[in-house]
């Protein structure tokens, strides 16, 4: 079963990263074609790479991952359990 997610999760990142390297080169091909500008195709890019993020913070949010800040959170409570432990003994 663990296999299985590692396998899903990493599955998801290579088609994220095949998604930002075709909407690349089609953004490039546009920019070629004069279709678009330079400064456009960057809006563009940076748009689409920040929908990715966000949807990528969404889907570990509904997997019940922890956080970087969930994890700080409890490390610093063992932290003060520690000293107040140590305090009563």
């Known amino acids: 079963m663990r296999d299985a997610f590692k396998k899903g999760i990493a599955l998801g990142i290579g088609l994220a990263a095949a998604g930002l390297e075709k909407a690349e080169q089609v953004i490039d091909e546009l920019v070629k074609k004069g279709e678009i500008t330079r400064d456009e195709a960057k809006e ?3 748009t ?6 966000e949807k990528q913070r969404t889907i570990l949010k509904d997997l019940n991952f922890a956080t ?3 994890i700080a959170r409890l490390e610093a409570r063992i932290e003060a359990l520690e000293q107040q432990f140590m305090l009563e003994e």
């Open 44 to 46: 563009v890019l940076k």
């Open 48 to 53: 689409y790479q920040k929908k990715g993020e």
């Open 68 to 70: 970087q800040d969930d």
